[in-house]
DNA sequence: GGGCTTTTGTGAAATCTTTCACAAATGTAG
DNA sequence: CTACATTTGTGAAAGATTTCACAAAAGCCC
């Protein structure tokens, strides 16, 4: 396939959300006029964006919302559950294990590893905290597919090269670090400084 | 000032983390390409990103690492302590509140709000959780600069609406809505659904 | 001081992304 | 069935960002 842009992938999935939200409201065809409104873009991105995967409109009338939300879920991988390993049982990791919008979203974490031994054993929304040194013969065991990395900066990297030797070939970082992984491992991380130094930035430079 | 792209912006708020951790190694000086291979970029691509702001660096040698520190430090606005209004009381507002890193960096959470009355009058970190409808009056007597957002989706908006009739120009929102807002305030959203869809593209698309 | 090495700063080129603009569909109304 | 109104899909143009490549500066050594 085709390199993408990320930007690309990242309105995709925007799109996809608004959509929903159209799907819920009844609403049957949308306009890529009215999907850009929607979402702070121009009706020429939105068709580029989804020519790149096919052509999915109607001319004259627009997209069926119904069957673009099934071609999107489509393209983003969405037609499955992921099974998630959250790395770390701390403040960060307690607010994820009980956000509901995860599991909502085909996301359904399956296990939590921490090295505190306060913590392992207890329960967590379900689920037992397992003592991080398990965390190679837990998952021999059962398939995951991200893990989560919510550990303090100074171990991420250590667990990062462990989810690697495991096979694990999607992260989500949230350790304010630049984790090192190979090419075949997809890495994102969510790093708060760099957000709040870039609206430090804006509030500045204006 | 020219215009520069927030990809430059990010990548400026990296080098300062790598030049930090330089300096604490007790490292002088770094040339472009020291600095472009801890951050996983190009040398051309730093000398360019800094060459948007001047030249700090000297033929031959390179940067000097604490000048360049201060350089990158003033330039995204960070000489100085930002007040933080954190607007709801719930699992993710609990992490941030008791996130060290986010004191460390200059940015000082000043007041919490909740419309949640078993929260309210709660003590959290050293400060009180207040309700959220003194937003408006607890705000007209101390300066915020920021307003974190972490209320449900559906209040986000609202919650948004009036932190902009307070005056205040920078928003991290963590609701998985895009807010509007007047072009004079700035907005960033973190929105884990989109990152998490964005690996399962990767996931998919190899 | 002159030659050598290193590394910056920066125009120009290459690449990537967004916007433009219009022919080609498609439905609708008369 | 024809004329008309819409709206898609997409090359081409414009704009933005990254990479290239090299002259100029600066330290070092003899
Ligand atoms: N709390 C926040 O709001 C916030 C915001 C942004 C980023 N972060 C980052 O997220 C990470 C976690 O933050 P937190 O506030 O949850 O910290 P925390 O200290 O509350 O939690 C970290 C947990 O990781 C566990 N741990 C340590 N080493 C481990 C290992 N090798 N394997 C498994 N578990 C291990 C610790 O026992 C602890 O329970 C940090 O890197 C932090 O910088 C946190
Ligand atoms: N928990 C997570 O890991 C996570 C991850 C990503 C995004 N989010 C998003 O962050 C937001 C907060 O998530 P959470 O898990 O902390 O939810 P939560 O329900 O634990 O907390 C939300 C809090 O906001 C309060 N609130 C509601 N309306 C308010 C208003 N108008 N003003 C002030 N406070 C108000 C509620 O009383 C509650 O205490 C949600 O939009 C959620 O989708 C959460």
Redesign the interface.
Known sequence: ?RK?A?ST??R???Y??FLEEFEEQGIETVSSEALAA???TTSAQVRKDLSFFGSFGKRGLGYSVQELVQKLRG????GRT?RVAMIGAG??G??LV??R??KQ???EIVAIFDTDAAKVGRGWNGLTVQDARELESALRDQRV??AVIVTPADSAQNVADRCVALGI??V?NFA?V?LTVPD?V?V?T?N???????????????
Not at 75 to 78: D, E, N, V, Y
Not at 192 to 206: H, K
Request: aromatic fraction near 10%; charged fraction near 25%; hydrophobic fraction near 45%.
């Open positions: 396939m993408i990320e992938v990242r995709l999935s925007l996809l959300r929607r979402g702070g393209i983003l991988g969405l992921y403040k960060i307690s607010a009980q956000y919008g995860f979203r085909g996301f597919d991200i070939k999607a989500l304010p630049q075949d997809v994102k969510v708060l400084a760099l957000e709040l130094e870039t609206l430090s930035y804006a509030l500045t430079n204006r």
